[in-house]
């Protein structure tokens, strides 16, 4: 038998009252205040005045800004070609995941700027290296233009859970 006013069975009525309460209670309690953005600055990012974080965490993400491969504490990019650039720009993505208590593990996502497309193979090579279980999803493409003349540049996304 239909309810007219409603449109439904006389069976769904309670069902139908049981739903309107369960939402008109969840739209009455607190709602958990979301987490505010923590932004990190390695030393030499701040002792340069780059402008930028390194990394920025909401929630259990973090976001790392691009890394390049300049050697530690320096704005000096590693010599040696695309190999040694994308190395140490590796290296730098490793640096500031464990500053903030992350590993290449919790990578999920890694976009990679090349000066050169040609040069994605090599890259590849060295990538492979850091990157061998968890294969993080990836995009590469190539810019007309990186910082200091770089060949690479690197940026992540972690998953980094409650920690």
Known sequence: MRDPAFGETAMCRPL???LLALAALSAALPTPAAEAPRYYRAPATAEADLPFSDAVRV????FLSGQIGV???????????????SKQAM??????????GASLDDVVKCTVFLADIRD???FNAV????????LPARSALAASGLAMGARVEVECVAAVGGR
């Open 127 to 134: 990538y492979r290296d850091f990157f061998r279980t968890h």
């Open 71 to 85: 050697l530690p504490g320096t704005l000096e990019l590693a010599r040696g070609g695309i190999a040694a650039e």
């Open 59 to 62: 929630g259990n993400l973090l």
């Open 16 to 18: 139908r009252a049981v």
């Open 120 to 122: 994605w193979p090599a």
């Open 91 to 100: 290296e730098n993505i490793r640096a500031v995941l464990a500053a903030n």
